[in-house]
């Protein structure tokens, strides 16, 4: 890469390089990581942020934990019932989830990180994308020791630690960041690729959710190398169009997604076909809720509050209905969106003659700016 440099000065000699460094730094354990930062005597302890449902004393999940939890086996998402059964005899310390005050050390962080890009893309509440070619001339060993700077930098500020992955585009760059945690920093150069992806298991790639990965394991594939190695025709067959073409690029480490300036989210929204149709207000809230579900989930990931709630209605004659209501406050409890969901539900089918085919739940009037795309944007 060293001779790159020319690139940009002499475009007769040499063609216009498109190669790219870019940088996805992602902080560690973050929602632990920052009660740790206001209590220092976490520390050694093992740390398990919670978002409790409210219907009993233990129920709800895990929104994230210490690395010192994580020894136990306790990780985002399982029920906060199993997580105190790994943790039986140990110090842990069990805290609700803080949302305003992980918030606004994300900002802080930010700010710090924006100034080291080129060009700048917040990704989520605890990443960032970051193009900085023109910065290190191309040089990802530059990169490198930029990214010790940045490292530094957040501790120094922050008293935060990250882990940050270097590579010719976002995907590598997000898997590098991935690999190596907490306290990470892998540098992947276009050359070493091939061989930096071939033998990860293929869970590890972008896109790969726990329902493919088992149905590659089945075709035996099961590293990113048997992927790349793999009929992409038969891809195509067997995963659709987009996702078979998105797998055998992204298994040879190709990515084009450029890092932009995202605009703020504006809604988060799910729709689903019922079995049948149906008036029944039992039947539609059990899949709405599903939906809210999922919609919530994405909205602690991005650490957004709504302020609206709709939901939408495909009818049998496939004309489509909308409904929405603004709440007094903006709130990220799950419990309020079902609540309103059902609601609106209840008084559309008082309204409305026809049987519901599809249902959709949308939030929307988001406080606070998140930027993330989603992880399925990389098929998209
Ligand atoms: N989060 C959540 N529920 C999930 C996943 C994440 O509430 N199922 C929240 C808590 C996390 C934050 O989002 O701290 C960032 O998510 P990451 O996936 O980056 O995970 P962590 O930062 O917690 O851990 P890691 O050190 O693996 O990055
Ligand atoms: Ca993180
Ligand atoms: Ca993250």
Do not use: W
């Not at 990780?75 to 005050?101: Q, R």
């Not at 075709?219 to 078979?244: C, H, M, R, W």
Request: with cysteine.
């Amino acid at each position: 890469m060293s001779s790159d440099k020319l690139a940009g000065e002499s475009p007769a000699r040499k063609p216009p390089s498109r190669s790219r460094v870019i940088m996805l730094v992602d902080l560690d354990y973050f929602f632990a990581q920052c009660e740790e930062v206001r209590n220092p005597s976490l520390k050694d302890k093992p740390v398990v942020v919670c978002v409790y449902s409210g219907r009993s004393e233990e129920s709800g999940v895990v929104s994230t934990a210490n690395y010192e939890a994580r020894k136990y086996g306790v990780k985002s998402g399982i029920p906060i019932f199993m997580a105190k059964k790994k943790l039986m005899n140990t110090d842990a310390v069990f805290l609700p989830v803080d949302h305003e005050y992980y918030n606004t050390v994300s900002e802080d962080v930010i700010r710090i990180l924006k100034d080291y890009a080129d060009i700048f893309e917040q990704a989520g509440v605890d990443e960032a994308y970051l193009d900085v070619s023109m910065k290190v001339e191309k040089n990802f060993d530059r990169a490198r020791e930029l990214a010790r700077k940045i490292k530094d930098d957040v501790r120094k500020s922050k008293g935060l630690t990250c882990s940050i992955g270097i590579g010719p585009n976002k995907l590598v760059a997000k898997i590098a960041a991935d690999i190596q945690k907490p306290d990470g920093l892998t540098v992947v150069k276009p050359d070493e690729v091939q061989s930096f992806f071939s033998p990860l298991p293929i869970g590890r790639l972008i896109g790969v959710g726990a329902k493919t990965e088992s149905v590659m394991r089945n075709l035996g594939v099961k590293t990113i190398g048997d992927l790349a190695k793999y009929d992409i025709q038969s891809l195509i067959n067997l995963f659709g169009e987009k996702p078979g073409v998105y797998f055998h690029r992204a298994s040879h480490g190709m990515d084009d997604q450029p890092v932009k300036e995202r605009d703020e989210t504006v809604s988060i929204s799910r729709i689903s076909t019922l079995k049948k149709n149906t008036r029944s207000l039992g039947d539609i809230t059990e899949k709405a809720n599903q939906l809210c579900e999922e919609i919530h989930s994405e909205l602690l990931q991005r650490g957004l509050k709504f302020k609206q709630v709709g939901i939408i209605a495909v009818m049998e004659d496939v004309s489509i209905h909308s409904r929405m209501r603004t709440l007094d406050s903006p709130t990220n409890d799950l419990e309020t969106l079902r609540r309103n969901v059902r609601e609106l539900f209840e008084k559309f089918i008082e309204e409305s003659e026809l049987e519901i085919r599809r249902v959709g739940v949308k939030a929307s009037g988001f406080v606070k700016g998140g930027h993330q795309k989603r992880l399925r944007s990389f098929i998209e």
